[in-house]
């Protein structure tokens, strides 16, 4: 090949990997969402789940920070302090009440924190019960980007999950 080829070949190549890294870049950016996703109930395959008339007449006006959703008979709520949450420790504080607003106090809570678009080691703090059907715990969010939250309920043998999705 002459020079201007060889020239011309480079030039492409330099291109193509300066286009490919800025694809990736825009990839990895949605794959790990970040603060633009505020925490929201979802399904266990992460379609998110608007609030129905019970939780709404349940729970009222949800401050931010705080999501809900009804499963089975009972209304879950997830609280996070500090909102919006930091790559650090945080307060998870999950409220459990009936379908009309009665405290359940007889369940165990269990977290377990992922973020769906990498493989992460397992974080699944166990939250003590306090009073009012609130049961609250400390546990780190590793870095930022999108996480989901499962809340694992045992209640008479059986267990239920809820899932919220937040970002950081």
Not at 19 to 35: P, T
């Amino acid at each position: 090949m002459n020079k201007k080829a060889n020239l011309i070949v480079a030039t492409i190549v330099i291109v193509g990997v300066i286009l490919l890294g800025a694809m990736m870049m825009r990839m990895r950016q949605g794959m790990m969402g970040g603060s633009d996703l505020p925490l929201m109930a979802v399904s266990s395959d992460g379609t998110q789940i608007p609030l129905s008339d019970t939780v709404k007449a349940v729970t009222g006006e949800l401050p931010q920070g705080t999501a809900a959703q009804q499963l089975g008979d009972m209304i879950v709520s997830l609280t996070l302090n500090p909102y919006p949450p930091t790559a650090s420790m945080s307060e998870f504080t999950v409220t459990l009440t009936d379908a009309k607003g009665q405290a359940i106090n007889d369940a165990t809570i269990s977290l377990d924190l992922s973020m769906p678009a990498m493989r992460m080691p397992p974080n699944q703090p166990d939250l003590p019960s306090g009073s009012d059907g609130k049961y609250s715990g400390m546990a780190p969010f590793t870095m930022r980007g999108w996480w989901r939250i499962e809340v694992i309920i045992t209640r008479g043998g059986q267990k239920q999950s809820a899932f919220f999705d937040v970002g950081l």
